[in-house]
C-alpha cells in the first residue's frame, strides 16, 4: 500500500534549535509539497517541486525556512532557528502531474 | 490567482439525511478540483476529483460532487450521512502546472 512517510511523527524543541523534517513521496510521483496547518491560518503551501525542481516557495519564510530534494526519494523542510510561531503541523503530499495529491500523516512541531 | 470558498465553517446533519458541503472557486484556466477529508489527528485523505467529463464525479465512501462552471462552483454531497462523516473536508483547486490551493475547510458533524 503506497503512502507518504514523514518523520519524525511529534517533534518538540527549544526555540533556537534547528529542526529538520523529512519526507518519503510516494514512488514514481513526480511533485512535492510541503504544507503547514495551523488553526488560524489554515492550510498553507510552504514549497512545491516538479521533478525536484522547486517551482514555488513563495509562502517560506526565506530567511529560516529552507525546502530541498536531495533525491526523488527524499524532501526535507528546515527550519533554522525555530521559534514558537512555527509550532504547527507540517504536510508532506506527493502526486503526478496534475492529478490528485497524497498527504503523509504530517509531523507535529511544537517550538518551546 | 487561485482562490477557493467554503462558505460555512460548521455543517449539521442529522444521521441518515442528506449533506452538502459547498465550495466555490478562481482559477485561471480549466479548474482542476477535488476534496478531501481530514480525520483527527491524520493527514488528509483524498476523497475525488474532477478533471474533465461527466460534472458529476464520485469518489470514495459514497461521496458525489457537482462541477458547475456558470456558478463555479463543486459542492460535495452525499445522499444519506454516517455519524463516521463527521470530519473536516476542504475543497481545493489547481490549474494546469500550478500548485493546490485549498479552502479554509468546513467542519461536518453528522448528529445521530
Known amino acids: 500500500d503506497a503512502r507518504v512517510t514523514q518523520t519524525p511523527r511529534d517533534k518538540v524543541t527549544e526555540m533556537g534549535q534547528e529542526v529538520t523534517m523529512r519526507c518519503q513521496p510516494i514512488?514514481?510521483?513526480?511533485?512535492v509539497f510541503w504544507y503547514r496547518q495551523t488553526m488560524m491560518q489554515g492550510l498553507e503551501l510552504l514549497a512545491y517541486?516538479?521533478?525536484?525542481?522547486?517551482?514555488?516557495d513563495s509562502g517560506m519564510p526565506k530567511d529560516r525556512f529552507s525546502a530541498e530534494m536531495p533525491d526523488a526519494t527524499l524532501a526535507t523542510l528546515k527550519i533554522q532557528p525555530s521559534e514558537p510561531r512555527d509550532s504547527a503541523v507540517y504536510f508532506c503530499?506527493?502526486?503526478?502531474?496534475?492529478?490528485?495529491?497524497?498527504f503523509g500523516q504530517g509531523t507535529r512541531l511544537t517550538v518551546v | 490567482a487561485q482562490s477557493v470558498a467554503q462558505p460555512e465553517d460548521q455543517v449539521n446533519v442529522a444521521e441518515g439525511n442528506p449533506l452538502t458541503v459547498k465550495c466555490t472557486y478562481s482559477?485561471?484556466?480549466?479548474?482542476?478540483l477535488f476534496w478531501y477529508v481530514q480525520y483527527p489527528n491524520r493527514g488528509l485523505q483524498f476523497l475525488l476529483k474532477?478533471?474533465?467529463?461527466?460534472?458529476l464525479v464520485k469518489g470514495s465512501y459514497g461521496f458525489e460532487a457537482e462541477f458547475n462552471k456558470s456558478q463555479t462552483s463543486f459542492h460535495l454531497k452525499k445522499p444519506s450521512a454516517l455519524v463516521s462523516d463527521s470530519a473536516l473536508y476542504f475543497c481545493?483547486?489547481?490549474?494546469?502546472?500550478?500548485?493546490?490551493?485549498f479552502g479554509p475547510g468546513t467542519r461536518l458533524s453528522v448528529l445521530p
Open positions: 503530499a506527493s502526486g503526478l502531474g496534475d492529478s490528485e495529491a497524497f
Open positions: 514512488l514514481g510521483h513526480n511533485t
Open positions: 517541486f516538479r521533478n525536484r525542481a522547486p517551482l514555488d
Open positions: 482559477v485561471s484556466g480549466n479548474p482542476y
Open positions: 474532477y478533471i474533465t467529463g461527466d460534472n
Open positions: 481545493a483547486v489547481k490549474g494546469y502546472g500550478q500548485n493546490f490551493v
